[in-house]
């Protein structure tokens, strides 16, 4: 008998293993850092790798960019204004994509919202992070990985290390991961050394490069006409960039399952790896 229930309990833990939920927090160095573009086109590429994907739109800007029609958000949900299911709105590069309360993501208890997000056994939830207010959001806080999406201009360097900083202070958070955007692939190396090497120097935090995004004009022609590169122009040197992206994302270290969030969602709780100690856990 007790072998038996050691054999279950193996059991569960390896089908935890198996479908544990990925959560990855995007966030920009400055505001015309292209966070929204980076996470969109992310979540399609992981999406046309096979991965069941949800899009937490906590910046308010991803839906617009898509054209897609909202019935309300997670704020609603949890205030029992509206269903669950009616704020998940399915895109064409199928991604359920989510609504987050952008204007007040603070007022979001992640121990409520991360369930609705991990309904159907996602692969991988991409946030949009919030532009406002704290560096992350409570629900951003939970993410395995924290993606840095910054320019090779100086501003965007200095934001971007300036937003490490305090990221790090605040979280005690020990690795980042950086995209490059608008940029080759030489040059995104020298901004990630070049930040790295300070970053290690000052902070005795690891920057790890996640890959770059060149400039490709038809970035700009897939959002006017409301859809991401990687679904609309699929051989563009962009959409290649990120469907890159995507296959290293899916390989990234997962951190062990914490067992705080054992009570999160039942019998989901443990498959979520908690909080911004778990991208702590990473090593470069």
Same mark, same amino acid.
């Given at each position: 008998?007790?072998?038996?229930? !050691?054999?279950?309990?193996?059991?569960?833990?390896?089908?935890?293993?198996?479908?544990?939920?990925?959560?990855?927090?995007?966030?920009?160095?400055?505001?015309?850092?292209? &966070?929204?573009?980076?996470?969109?086109? !992310?979540?399609?590429?992981?999406?046309?790798?096979?991965?069941?994907?949800?899009?937490?739109?906590?910046?308010?800007?991803?839906? %617009?960019?898509? /054209?897609?029609?909202?019935?309300?958000?997670?704020?609603?949900?949890?205030? /029992?204004?509206?269903?669950?299911?009616?704020?998940?709105?399915?895109?064409?590069?199928?991604?359920?994509? #989510?609504?987050?309360?952008?204007? *007040?993501?603070?007022?979001?208890?992640?121990?409520?919202?991360?369930?609705?997000?991990?309904?159907?056994? %996602?692969?991988?939830? $991409?946030?949009? =992070?919030? *532009?406002? /207010?704290?560096?992350?959001?409570?629900?951003?806080?939970?993410?395995?990985?924290?993606?840095? #999406? !910054?320019?090779?201009? %100086?501003?965007?360097?200095?934001?971007?290390?300036?937003?490490?900083?305090?990221?790090?202070?605040?979280?005690?958070?020990? &690795?980042?991961?950086?995209?490059?955007?608008?940029?080759?692939? $030489?040059?995104?190396?020298?901004? =990630?050394?070049?930040?790295?090497?300070?970053?290690?120097?000052?902070?005795?935090?690891?920057?790890?490069?996640?890959?770059?995004?060149?400039?490709?004009? &038809?970035?700009?022609?897939?959002?006017?006409?409301?859809?991401?590169?990687?679904? +609309?122009? %699929?051989?563009?040197?962009?959409?290649?960039?990120?469907?890159?992206? +995507?296959?290293?994302?899916?390989?990234?270290?997962?951190?062990?399952?914490?067992?705080?969030?054992?009570?999160?969602?039942?019998?989901?709780?443990?498959?979520?790896?908690?909080?911004?100690?778990?991208?702590?856990?990473?090593?470069?």
């Amino acid at each position: 008998m007790v072998k038996l229930v !050691l054999d279950q309990a193996e059991g569960l833990r390896r089908l935890v293993a198996r479908h544990a939920t990925r959560i990855v927090a995007v966030v920009g160095s400055a505001p015309e850092a292209g &966070q929204t573009s980076a996470a969109l086109n !992310l979540a399609s590429a992981l999406a046309h790798h096979g991965q069941d994907v949800v899009l937490a739109d906590e910046s308010g800007h991803a839906a %617009p960019a898509l /054209g897609l029609p909202l019935r309300g958000d997670i704020h609603d949900v949890l205030a /029992g204004r509206v269903a669950a299911d009616s704020i998940r709105v399915h895109t064409r590069d199928n991604v359920v994509l #989510v609504p987050v309360a952008h204007r *007040h993501p603070e007022r979001i208890d992640p121990l409520r919202a991360l369930p609705l997000l991990a309904a159907g056994d %996602p692969d991988v939830v $991409v946030i949009d =992070c919030t *532009h406002a /207010g704290a560096l992350l959001s409570p629900l951003a806080a939970h993410a395995n990985d924290v993606l840095v #999406v !910054l320019g090779r201009e %100086p501003a965007s360097i200095t934001g971007a290390y300036s937003w490490i900083k305090q990221a790090h202070y605040e979280y005690a958070l020990a &690795q980042f991961r950086v995209l490059v955007n608008r940029a080759e692939d $030489v040059e995104a190396r020298v901004v =990630c050394r070049n930040l790295a090497t300070t970053a290690s120097r000052y902070l005795a935090v690891s920057l790890e490069l996640a890959g770059h995004v060149p400039v490709d004009r &038809q970035v700009m022609r897939a959002r006017q006409l409301t859809r991401t590169v990687v679904d +609309a122009f %699929p051989m563009a040197p962009a959409a290649v960039a990120y469907r890159q992206l +995507a296959a290293q994302v899916m390989h990234w270290p997962l951190a062990a399952l914490d067992a705080a969030m054992g009570d999160i969602g039942g019998d989901r709780g443990g498959e979520l790896a908690h909080g911004v100690g778990a991208v702590s856990a990473h090593t470069a």
